[in-house]
């Protein structure tokens, strides 16, 4: 037995239930409130969702392809993902990646709608980069399992919670990569900026943020990988998916489930992966390369 001093377990044990305590007299307080609030995003989801499965899945194949070919410009690309979703639906996974694909889709909208600007922030002022960064570090660090408890416990189970456990892990990296991108811009491009007159926002928009482009999208490209990796946790609190198959594959024992399952969603996470990189490397939105 280890000696370490540590204070009693009726100490231990009423602190423990002080935060239990205050956090449910919170969230029967605050929980319809945080709810309706966030009814419109529910909504999205709900509709995304019934969009997604409604939509035939050749059409569904075509013009996502399309918008793949618009963005990458790789025939190669189209190709793969072609053939890995024909397969996918093959194999009965088609529902739940159309499942996967909305909640993974509006998880990195928000995060991108709200990193951006949290990482612009922490450019511009030293002030909130001390006070968010610190913030990102425990979003990063805290285990999932612990942040899903308050989610359930304000919103109960559902695609919300859900929606949220995704985002607070995978929010950090867009904002990281945003402040990290700005920061590196070229500060002997700046002071020319400033020579013409520039306004702060016109040097933002017009080139700060045009050149830290790249890295920009490199940190919206592990937001999606980190939404997607997140969706089994979600599953546990009523997210239908692939994660939820997953979870039904290990709870009992179906290692093919399992494996079909899981390679989907790593299927989605390349294809998404190669679409990004290779809009990164593009120079002309004109001409093919």
């Not at 189970?157 to 945003?178: D, E, N, Q, S, W």
Request: aromatic letters at 14%.
């Amino acid at each position: 037995m280890s000696n370490f001093p540590q204070l009693d377990k009726e100490t231990i044990v009423s602190i423990k239930k002080s935060i239990d305590n205050t956090f449910r007299e919170f969230a029967g307080s605050w929980g319809e409130w945080f709810t309706e609030l966030l009814s419109p995003i529910h909504w999205s989801l709900i509709y995304l969702e019934r969009f997604l499965l409604a939509t035939p899945w050749y059409l569904f194949l075509f013009f996502t392809g399309l918008l793949i070919f618009y963005i990458a410009r790789s025939y190669k690309l189209v190709a793969g993902f072609l053939a890995s979703f024909y397969l996918i639906g093959l194999l009965g996974m088609w529902d739940d990646t159309m499942r996967t694909l909305s909640i993974v889709s509006v998880a990195t909208f928000l995060c991108v709608a709200i990193g951006i600007p949290i990482g612009v922030s922490m450019y511009y002022s030293k002030k909130a980069e001390k006070i968010i960064t610190p913030i990102l570090d425990l979003m990063q660090t805290i285990p999932s399992f612990v942040y899903l408890i308050p989610v359930v416990m304000l919103f109960g189970l559902g695609k919300v919670p859900g929606l949220i456990a995704i985002m607070i892990f995978a929010i950090p990296p867009v904002i990281r990569f945003t402040n990290l991108g700005l920061k590196g811009v070229d500060p002997g491009v700046k002071e020319t900026a400033d020579s013409f007159g520039f306004t702060w926002y016109q040097k933002l928009f017009t080139i700060e943020l045009p050149l830290a482009r790249p890295t920009i999208f490199g940190g919206i490209n592990q937001t999606v990988m980190m939404a997607l990796a997140m969706v089994i946790i979600a599953s546990m609190i009523g997210v239908r998916g692939l994660g939820s198959q997953v979870m039904n594959a290990i709870g009992n024992g179906y290692l093919g489930l399992g494996v079909i399952s899981g390679l989907s969603i790593v299927a989605i996470a390349i294809i998404i992966d190669r679409t990004i990189q290779a809009y990164n490397q593009r120079t002309d939105w004109r001409n093919y390369k």
